[in-house]
């Protein structure tokens, strides 16, 4: 199953989350993610996986235009003279001539910091500290520049990633082409159905990561996520698993998808590679789509706000 973008192409409901990849590990599990019948693969410069990728993407028995590679343009690179050079980086690392899908990763502009020096550049974007440095570049400047790709053919289409619905509103008074995506967190701790409702029904598509909530968050040791119960626990989510002979991540996916909402877990276990694509093949009932819809908590684990206190979502 698919989602047809506002750019004309079809995008898969399901694909694979490159974030967290291992680097030593990285080509080995895309591999495995193909071979499990994956097409969807979502990465980003600042995961520092695009070579580990790419030399997945080399061995693949795929044809590269059965496949659609998502990358996003890191904060340092928002100034639009940094734009293309950023892509031309991650097409150069992917081994590649184009990329499906490029987003805005986050609407930071951070200070750059020249491929030479450190790449990737790092959370904080900064050679002499371990402190935030930012830079005064309009979204609206960036996203003109993310145009011109789209037009030269180096991407087929542009989106946006951890936009809130004001960032979104203001970026579509201004835009000649509006994004195709809006990648956010998305699980069912953190619902947020007033900026979907808002979103899909400017036709643009959008995608879901940290789908399982705190389970992604465990690994970066984050305080918020260890003291929040897993969502694979819940008993909500447990009953209905064993309604539908599924298992609960199936039931969490599944909830998503069947709001026509793209998914991208990440698994480094081929068995649940396989068990996380087969998600589009049964219903929830509306009862159980309420039940879980219950579950919201508005607990958002990738703040900025915590990081530096970047205003986003306030």
């Known amino acids: 199953m698919s989602i047809k973008l506002n ?35 979502d990465g980003a410069q600042d995961y520092g996986n695009c070579k580990q990728i790419g030399e997945a993407l080399k061995k693949s028995p795929v044809p590269r235009e059965k496949l659609f590679i998502t990358s996003k343009l890191w904060n340092s690179y928002h100034d639009p003279k940094h734009v293309e050079e950023a892509c031309d980086k991650v097409l150069s ?47 609206a400047e960036t996203w003109k520049a993310m145009k011109s790709l789209a037009k030269k053919g180096k991407v087929k289409s542009i989106g946006i990633s951890n936009f809130s619905g ?95 909402i793209a998914v991208i877990p990440k698994s480094n276990n081929k068995k649940r590679m396989i068990e996380n694509l087969k998600v589009t093949d049964f219903d929830l009932s509306e009862e159980e789509m309420k039940e879980i819809s219950k579950l919201d908590k508005e607990l958002r684990f990738n703040d900025p706000w915590d990081w530096d206190k970047i205003p986003i979502f306030i």
């Not at 992917?94 to 990763?105: A, E, F, K, S, V």
């Not at 899909?200 to 690994?219: D, K, M, N, R, V």
């Not at 447990?238 to 996916?253: F, G, V």
């Open 93 to 139: 690392d992917l081994g590649l001539d184009y990329l499906d899908l490029w987003l805005i990763h986050f609407p930071i502009a951070q200070k750059f910091i020249p491929f030479d020096k450190k790449y990737p550049p790092g959370f904080t974007c900064s050679l002499e500290d371990d402190k935030f440095h930012f830079e005064d570049i309009p979204l």
């Open 166 to 260: 004001a960032l979104i509103q203001d970026l579509l008074r201004g835009c000649e082409i509006k994004p195709a995506v809006l990648q956010i967190e998305h699980h069912a701790y953190l619902q947020q159905p007033r900026l979907i409702e808002y979103v899909q029904s400017q036709g643009i598509a959008i995608t879901a990561y940290s789908s399982f909530g705190p389970q992604s968050f465990l690994e970066l040791k984050s305080k918020k996520a260890l003291d929040t119960p897993t969502l694979f626990a819940h008993d909500t989510i447990k009953t209905i698993a064993s309604k539908h002979d599924k298992s609960p991540a199936q039931i969490l996916l599944r909830w998503t998808t069947q709001r026509n």
């Open 7 to 41: 750019s004309g192409y079809e995008m898969p409901l399901v694909g694979f989350g490159c974030w967290k990849l291992d680097e030593s590990k990285a080509s080995e599990v895309v591999l495995d993610a193909i071979e499990s019948g994956y097409k969807l693969f």
